[in-house]
């Protein structure tokens, strides 16, 4: 497996690298004062990062998904906060519009999205729907030209300022769960700013409320029932997003604990001399290449997923009802990548907090402020455990997956 990549393709990654060091100080100022980066949208259009995996036909650069993951490990050493939001807007946003809007849809709403006119969010999670979307409460009606939602989502990344959401809710009557685009201006929706975060801090989470909003029959995403089937597909990207984005925390990690450890004396020598301060640093770069190595496999197993769909879309009318657990060579693909993608992303995330946590304990008393890159690397790192599936339930769907069905424990 060949994880090179051209000089195109590094050319745009050091683009994104003069975004991210142009970016550094803003970053770290609105970190501090708990507000949204500003900056971010309009510096990373600039360089065609809000469009970076999507096809040129609406406005993407088109690159492979592992340039993509590459671009997000750059952006994950400015932390996990800035490359939440591309996970948000790109993974889980516009890659869904990829994978499963219908031409006309995509049309509508990529091109907007890839320039960064129109941010995009991905509201699943409720109150009473976390690990389980399946129970989620949120309802649809249909009311002949337009499906009537109602029902209350929370945690959503870049809720505050997303224009473009695709949600999940049941039929009122069958209790089938379908996916929808909804504008964020049509009537009938508020939201609210969830506050007082642990960390993830220049970006922002939302409760948003469907309040009997008219979504037209246009906006429905996939086919009516389909809804679980493309939410779980969304994750796929949205999972290798937080393990590509914990390879760049873990190299910020190691940098700046290298660079203190070589300046701090104590005890009469530096501690970089210390056997166990150098047992942290060798940790952080044995959990840092496991992770990388991981990552760039799932990355390649999705590309290859991507481009068997692209394919299929190609050549089969109604493709969406054919694109399913009866293709052998479409579920083999999927199946593949989900694990891959699963496995890097539990991985990533819990040795990018270990690592994290080596960190702090080196700078000790100067990495407890949320000042040092360390103690922000410390406290992001904390939500990854938690979102894009907890890492309980990804260890549960690993197993189950060797296991066979009939020990899902989950
Ligand atoms: C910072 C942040 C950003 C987020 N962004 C988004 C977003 O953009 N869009 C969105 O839709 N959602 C988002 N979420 C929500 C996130 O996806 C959920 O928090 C996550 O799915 C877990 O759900 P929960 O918080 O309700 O926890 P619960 O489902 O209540 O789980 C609590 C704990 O129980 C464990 N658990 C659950 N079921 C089992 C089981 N069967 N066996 C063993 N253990 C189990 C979990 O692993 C977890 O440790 C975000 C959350 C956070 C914290």
């Known amino acids: 497996m060949n994880f090179d990549i051209t000089k195109k393709q590094e050319d745009f990654i050091s683009k994104v690298d003069s975004v991210c060091k142009s970016l550094r100080s803003v970053e770290e100022e609105c970190y501090i004062e708990d507000r949204l980066n500003e900056k971010l949208i309009p510096e990373f259009s600039k360089i065609g990062m809000l469009g970076c995996p999507i096809s040129k036909k609406y406005g993407g650069l088109g690159f492979d998904i592992l340039t993509y993951c590459k671009s997000l490990e750059r952006i994950g050493e400015e932390g996990n906060s800035m490359r939440t939001f591309f996970s948000v807007h790109t993974s889980i946003g516009q890659m869904v519009l990829q994978g499963w809007a219908n031409e006309d849809q995509k049309k509508r709403y990529l091109p907007e999205t890839t320039s960064g006119k129109s941010i995009m969010a991905f509201a699943l999670t409720e109150p009473e729907a976390g690990s389980d979307p399946s129970s989620l409460n949120s309802q649809y009606e249909d009311k002949g030209e337009y499906y009537l939602l109602t029902g209350k989502k929370h945690w959503i990344g870049n809720g505050t300022i997303a224009d473009i959401v695709t949600t999940y809710a049941k039929d009122k009557t069958t209790g089938k769960i379908s996916a929808f685009i909804v504008d964020m201006n049509s009537s009938g929706i508020r939201k609210k700013e969830m506050k007082n975060k642990m960390g993830l801090l220049t970006i922002k989470n939302a409760e948003i409320y ?3 909003c008219g979504v037209p ?13 493309i939410a779980y597909s969304a994750l796929i990207d949205g999972r290798l997003s937080v393990a590509a984005g914990c390879i760049g925390v873990m190299n910020d990690c190691l940098n700046e604990t290298l660079n203190h450890a070589k300046l701090r004396r104590q005890h009469g020598s530096l501690l970089a001399k210390k056997q166990l301060i150098q047992q942290h640093i060798s940790r952080i770069i044995i959990g840092k290449e496991s992770v990388k190595w991981l990552t760039y496999k799932a990355a390649c197993a999705r590309q290859k997923l991507h481009d068997y769909v692209e394919e299929f879309k190609l050549e089969q009318e109604g493709w969406q009802k054919k694109l399913n ?7 083999k693909l999927r199946k593949e990548a989900d694990m891959l993608t699963t496995i890097a992303k539990f991985h990533a995330t819990n040795i990018a907090f270990d690592c994290a946590n080596r960190s702090v304990q080196v700078f000790g008393s100067f990495g407890y402020q949320k000042t040092a890159r360390v103690a922000k690397h410390f406290l992001d790192s904390r939500a990854t455990m938690i979102y894009e599936g907890a890492n309980e339930v990804l260890e549960l769907k690993i197993a189950s997956e060797a296991l066979g069905d009939a020990y899902k424990a989950y």
């Open 210 to 212: 469907f309040e009997e």
């Open 217 to 229: 029959k246009q906006n429905l995403l996939g086919q009516l029932g389909q809804g679980l089937n």
């Open 325 to 331: 657990r009866n293709n052998t060579a479409y579920s």
